[in-house]
């Protein structure tokens, strides 16, 4: 026997999870159903030990552009919108201050650029320059034991939301299950997805499911499933877990570093925890694994599926493997999880943010972290930073590496659209109830103080798909004037 409903949404992360929301709450579609193979919603990379807890904004991301930053902006405007409206508390959320910081002549200067010619401080309304003074107000452990002839600036932001994920994730379920026709099946697996005539069976180890329309939401698996079904041919994935390193309260907020130039991932930056001030996260780390999800040897197979083994896909991760920037930086980052080794061999990255911290100050943080799906792109040979969703006839695929947390929202908003194109639009989506329930209740404002009205036009409801529909939108960093090769391309990440 099987169930039948409009749509499966296949995985509870917060992608899926921000889908359902949204479906449930701001659509008239009547059935809709999510599996999660777990036995908790958000037990992989969306959990709170295994990302960064940084809702971002494109403010302090040096390795953003602007144009990137205007539409990671407005992703984390509509999540900050939520969690203002529906966690007074502060149980899913804290809000601290959040810098990047500049040291020494040459990053003071980049920091400027970016502020004052680059667009950031126009975009950023909250943002500020802050000398060492400010910032040793704000972050006392980050100027103790500089150099005072060193030159110090930090572009600081009071917009510093830590966020776990995974609760706000639960939430969007539990929000979700108030309305009719919504069924959520924990610990059950997705064995295989059918297109037939029609529609779609979903075959799972706990019974067939059949519907109209199916959103693939299950991070790295996400491509897995497109494979099999022949989607996704020219594109593959490149595996980048993420570990921490735990210290006592060293910093109230969040305190990130200058994007290295070049890099793909996230300069190291130190994370005043969101449900315990008392520890400061510092990471992650980027460690090539062979697997889809972190510590399970059995997605190893998995990542083989979506590796594929062709020669495109051999000669993808040798041509971005042999840049002479990410070659050294790969090593680097598997020493980091070696016991005692590891530790000494991260140490310096802390010391960046942190100068006086010592070796015993820090521990390995056993258990935390995820697996960055990084996207490759066999057709180029190249790396493509950011997300990926392939459309096909009544079937959506999402793959979301970092940011892909701070967007959910704005992704659900989007693949909203989608589905309801499936549905040959016999269904509506209320933007204005989303927006209300969101984006409206972000607080804004302007240099002067005062109550701006940047959000009109944002988050209309008209969802015109701007996001990374085909894969392809590498950007690379604008400042960035190095003359190395650009094979990979430096963006969002962490
Ligand atoms: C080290 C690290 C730091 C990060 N830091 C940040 C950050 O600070 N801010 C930010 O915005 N983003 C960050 N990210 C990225 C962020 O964690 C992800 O973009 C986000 O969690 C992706 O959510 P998701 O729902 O797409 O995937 P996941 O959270 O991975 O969820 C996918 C779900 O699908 C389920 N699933 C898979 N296969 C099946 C199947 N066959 N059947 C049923 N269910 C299935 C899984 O069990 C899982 O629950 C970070 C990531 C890492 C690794």
């Known amino acids: 026997m099987s169930e039948n409903t409009d749509l499966i949404i296949v995985g509870g992360g917060i992608s899926g999870a921000s889908l359902l929301y949204t479906i449930a709450k701001f659509t008239d579609v009547d059935d809709v159903t999510l599996i999660e193979k777990e036995r ?6 969306t959990h709170r030990t295994n990302n960064s807890q940084t809702l971002h904004f494109g403010d302090i991301e040096t390795n953003y552009t602007l144009e990137k930053a205007e539409e990671v902006k407005e992703g984390a405007e509509l999540l900050a919108g939520y969690l203002e409206g529906t966690d007074p508390d502060r149980e899913m959320h804290s809000k601290r201050s959040k810098m990047v910081l500049g040291v020494g002549d040459e990053e003071v200067a980049k920091l400027e650029e970016r502020y004052r010619e680059n667009g950031f401080g126009d975009l950023f309304s909250k943002l500020r320059e802050i000398g060492r003074e400010e910032i040793e107000e704000l972050e006392p452990k980050v ?30 379920v539990d929000a979700a299950r108030e309305e009719e026709g919504v069924g959520v099946h924990l610990g059950t697996a997705v064995e295989n997805v059918d297109e037939d005539r029609d529609g779609f069976t979903v075959e799972t180890d706990d019974g067939d499911f059949e519907a109209d329309a199916v959103v693939v939401a299950a991070g790295s698996h996400s491509l897995q499933f497109a494979k099999e079904m022949g989607y996704g041919e020219h594109m593959s994935l490149l595996p980048v877990a993420g570990s921490f390193f735990l210290a006592d309260d060293l ?5 990130y570093t200058l994007q290295m130039k070049k890099l793909p991932f996230a300069a190291v930056h130190g994370d005043a925890d969101v449900h315990d001030d008392g520890i400061t996260r510092f990471g992650p780390t980027a460690k090539l694994v062979p697997t889809l999800e972190r510590g399970r040897i059995s997605t190893v197979s998995d990542f083989a599926d979506v590796f594929g083994f062709s020669p495109a896909s051999v000669l993808s991760y040798v041509n971005i493997l042999s840049d002479r920037i990410l070659f050294p930086y790969v090593v680097r980052n598997l020493v980091y999880d070696l016991p005692e080794v590891g530790k000494r061999a991260f140490l310096p990255n802390v010391q960046k943010v942190v100068p006086t911290v010592d070796i015993d100050d820090i521990e390995r943080a056993k258990g935390y972290g995820g697996v960055r799906p990084q996207i490759v792109d066999t057709e180029n ?16 695929f999402n793959i979301t590496p970092s940011p ?20 040959d639009a016999d269904h509506e989506f209320d933007g204005d109830a989303f927006r209300e329930a969101t984006i409206e209740n972000f607080p804004r ?50």
């Open 40 to 45: 908790e919603i958000a037990a992989i990379n």
């Open 404 to 423: 892909g947390a701070s967007t959910a929202l704005k992704n659900a908003m989007t693949d909203v659209q989608t589905v309801l194109d499936f549905f």
């Open 445 to 494: 404002v302007d240099d002067d103080g005062d109550a701006t009205e940047e959000a009109d036009g944002a988050a209309d409801g008209d969802a015109d798909d701007d996001s990374d529909a085909d894969g392809d939108d590498a950007e690379e960093d604008a400042a960035d004037d190095d003359d190395s090769d650009d094979r990979v391309p430096a963006e969002a990440d962490d």
């Open 381 to 396: 040979k190249e790396l493509d930073m950011g997300e990926a969703k392939i459309s096909g006839d009544g079937i959506l």
């Open 251 to 255: 910093l109230n907020g969040k305190v």
């Open 143 to 172: 100027v103790e034991g500089r150099d005072p002839s060193t030159e110090l600036k930090a572009l600081q932001t009071p917009d510093g939301y830590v966020v776990d994920y995974g609760a706000v994730a639960k939430s969007f």
